[in-house]
């Protein structure tokens, strides 16, 4: 199943159980708050984990990816080269960052405005997206890069499992996308030589 359409449900599901519960009493509320508490800082753990198993394994294999403009942009995709070792630590980081700038948004709303019932959400989904990472599917679980989990990773579209199209490339049609963009940087760096040969 999709990863978004699992997370709609599970939202759902959780909704289901916050509408259950006494979101007026006391107790009730410290559960919640330890629940969402204990699961940040497990989803901050797992995250700290995988970078340190990234580092142990110094994977320095060059990696060379197109990477995609945002939608409406008019921008070209662009050619990376960088290493799986680099890569990984990016995606990780931005997890990370991700992590803690939606745990301190939800400090915010509770702390500020009493807000309790998104916290039950944010106890389960956080959780799920980080063990289900592809950093922590190969990193965590160790499962080969290889298939769905292949460099460079894509974000999941909730509109994948509805239509069965896929928005990541092959891998034959990935390399011959960087082959003519690194045809097209070396025909453009021969032609900045030339210029100032002439100049």
């Known amino acids: 199943m999709n990863s978004q359409i699992m997370n709609m449900a599970l939202v759902m599901g959780a909704m289901q159980i916050t509408n259950r519960l006494d979101l007026e009493d006391l107790q009730t509320k410290q559960m919640i708050v330890g629940i969402y508490v204990a699961a940040q800082a497990i989803v901050i753990g797992i995250s700290f984990f995988i970078q340190n198993r990234i580092h142990a394994k110094k994977d320095t294999t060059e990696l060379k990816y197109m990477d995609q403009p945002k939608p409406f942009s008019g921008e070209e995709p662009k050619l990376i080269v960088t290493t799986n070792m680099k890569y990984d630590l990016e995606q990780n980081a931005q997890a990370q960052k991700q992590a803690l700038i939606g745990l301190t948004l939800m400090v915010f709303l509770h702390f500020k405005f009493g807000v309790i019932r998104p ?19 190969v990193h965590l679980f160790g ?57």
């Open 143 to 199: 499962k080969a890069a290889e298939g769905d989990l292949r460099r460079p990773w894509k974000a999941d579209n909730p509109f994948e499992a509805l239509t069965g199209a896929s928005e990541k490339p092959s891998e034959a049609a990935e390399k011959a996308a960087i082959k003519k963009a690194e045809k097209a940087e070396n025909k453009a760096s021969g032609s900045k030589s030339e210029s100032k040969k002439n100049i």
């Open 119 to 137: 916290l039950v959400v944010q106890s389960i989904l956080p959780l799920k997206n980080a063990l289900q990472s592809k950093w922590a599917q």
